[in-house]
């Protein structure tokens, strides 16, 4: 299996293992990491049976002001950015213990400015790749029911009514 971590985070797989089929032809990514993983299984000549994407990352229906601000805000003061970007994707939840790295601006751009457009999911689909896709409907950081309506075309879409960002359901 091959697994593709969020944005600024590491060994964030295991917040998924309830849901991860264990397979040499898988591949997963988590928000900033579905964005790679489903990259990486258009382009790859590799055998892959499933493509799991958690909480894509899914800014395109964002406006143009809010990925301004994200980036300025980033741009001055890259840890509170991080800081309040943890707390968002956990929200409303307590924050977990994480793993993080410092994401650099270029990965913030890539995140916030990709499409996820019907060529790309066409690709994958033609390739025989089978996608899940997950989604927590209380998400603070994407616009879950946008996305999962774009997805709903090409995957399997599970949606957790008060999971967030992480897939988690408060108590």
Sequence with gaps: MTFYSGFSLTNDRRFFEPFLRESDYTVAG???GAIKAALHAANSTNRID?????SPAFFQTAKSSFKRLQLASFT?????????F???CFAPCEVQPLDL????IDELQE???FIWDDLLLEKIVAKGIHIEVY???KDHIIDADA???FFLRYATVTSMPKANHFLQECK
């Design 30 to 32: 988590f928000s900033y």
């Design 50 to 54: 499933t493509l799991q994407l958690f």
């Design 76 to 84: 001055s003061d890259p840890e509170n950015y991080r800081q309040r």
């Design 86 to 88: 943890v707390h968002g």
């Design 101 to 104: 790295k410092m994401g650099t």
């Design 111 to 113: 995140l916030l400015d």
């Design 135 to 137: 989604f927590g409907m």
């Design 147 to 149: 996305a999962r309506s």
